[in-house]
C-alpha cells in the first residue's frame, strides 16, 4: 500500500490535487485535516489543509 499527503494553504488547489489523485486510483485516507498556519510577511493568517490518502500496490489488487 501506498501513503501520501496533499497539503497546501489554497483550500482550491488542495481540492484540485485531491481530485486528480481520486481519478488515478487514490482513496480518501480519514478527513480533511485544517490548521492554523503562521503569518505571511504581510500579515495575513492562512490555513494549511492537509489530506492523507492511500493507493493498493498492484499485487494487492483482486482480480475479480
Known amino acids: 500500500m501506498k501513503y501520501t499527503i496533499v497539503d497546501g494553504?489554497?483550500?482550491e488547489e488542495v481540492i484540485a490535487k485531491v481530485n486528480e489523485r481520486l481519478k488515478e486510483g487514490w482513496e480518501l485516507h480519514g478527513s480533511l485535516a485544517?490548521?492554523?498556519?503562521?503569518k505571511t510577511d504581510e500579515g495575513e493568517a492562512h490555513n494549511l489543509y492537509?489530506?492523507?490518502m492511500?493507493?493498493?500496490a498492484p499485487e494487492e489488487w483482486s482480480a475479480a
Open 54 to 56: 492511500t493507493k493498493k
Open 50 to 52: 492537509a489530506q492523507a
Open 9 to 11: 494553504f489554497v483550500a
Open 34 to 38: 485544517v490548521g492554523g498556519a503562521s
